[in-house]
């Protein structure tokens, strides 16, 4: 099979590369390891910036995300028994919208249908070759029998996890990491949310958040050890937890119930550098993890594949080669400044086991400082809405 752009991985990345290209008039094919169903069960990221939004409007797959998803206009900072609502919509003009990434991955999956565009899922031993070559392919296995793209380019859009990443030469790759010593103990309800807007909460017991999918279905974290199994955390020993670490009205309002998911992801930090190698590209979690403190994985994963697909029309349409060989250092900009805004709400936020009271003070001191500072609060305001693409 022949294709000009192989993509590896149909999570948001790749499905949205997908259909960016194919507006550009740029044919693909996409490799999935996974079945379309399990791509789908994975609850991760809820909250979309309003470029990821517009990217979805660019290529028609925004419909429904405007018909369901909810617009916040402000989050809420609760510590030291009171909550503290920052509008981020007055410092900035801008909003966020909760819209479940699963809904995200649908509605790609639905445009790339009605596209008529090949994804071929249950792809077995993906492998990306001579991408330092002008002939690069991408070798896979389906249903026992062996498989070829050859291609101009290929996309590595396939997780922290993935072939590409670990495709490249060591030592033509830089690694960057920190791994927090926590997880983040996530639970889904069909209740109501205890609020209209996220609440991030500082408490001594543990970081805790209040987020949602729907007014109808919750979603919420506790922080917890990185030694915790799920076995150990029975429904109400959650919501338990939970209310302890909530303000007082919060956790009197809170209305629990059964949960539908319940899973608990350990957080890191993690670049790698350069995004480009040859005709190989890395973009999303291929290339970077931050913790979903700052809500910003998945629209990392946007705007990456947004340049990446601008950088490839400029090289059909332009025959100019300036876009591919600026991808890494334009996409790694904006990385670099939101894994270090990640970075920074996860360390006021969560209690690290060696902060000791010197360091707790001086979380609620940051946390003070930024709900009566106008200038403190527009920061986190305009990294926390996205900053611009
Ligand atoms: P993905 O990992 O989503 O997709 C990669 C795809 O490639 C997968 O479908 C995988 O099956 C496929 N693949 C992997 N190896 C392959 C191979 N060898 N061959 C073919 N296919 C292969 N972000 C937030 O903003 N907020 C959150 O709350 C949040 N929660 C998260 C919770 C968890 C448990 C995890 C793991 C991540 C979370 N994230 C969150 C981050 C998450 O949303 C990612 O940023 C987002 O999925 C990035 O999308 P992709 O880059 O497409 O990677
Ligand atoms: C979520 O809704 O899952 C969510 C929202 C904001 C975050 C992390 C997760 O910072």
Known sequence: MRSKVAIIGAGPAGLLLGQLLHACGIDNVILERQTADYVLGRIRAGLLEEGTVGLLDEVGAGQRAHREGLIHHGLELAFGGARHRIDMHAATGKTVMIYGQTEVTLDLM???QQAGLTTIYQAADVQPHDFDTDHPRVSYVKDGKAGEITCDFIAGCDGFHGV???SVPAQAIKMFERVYPFGWLGILSDTP???HELIYNNHERGFALCTMRSMHRS????QCSLDDHIDQWPDERFWDEL???LDQKAADELITGPSIEKSIAPLR?????????GRMFLAGDASHIVPPTGAKGLNLAASDVHYLSQALREYYDEKSSAGI???????????WKAVRFSWWMTSMLHKFPDQGEFGARIQLAELDYLVSSKAASTSLSENYVG???
């Open 110 to 112: 639905n445009a790339r």
């Open 164 to 166: 590409s990443r670990a």
């Open 193 to 195: 949310p205890v609020s």
């Open 219 to 222: 979603r919420y974290y506790v």
């Open 243 to 245: 209310k302890r670490r």
């Open 269 to 277: 930090s993690f670049v790698a550098e350069p995004m480009r190698f």
């Open 325 to 335: 060989d600026n991808y890494s250092a334009r996409a790694l900009a904006r990385v």
């Open 387 to 389: 900053l611009p693409l």
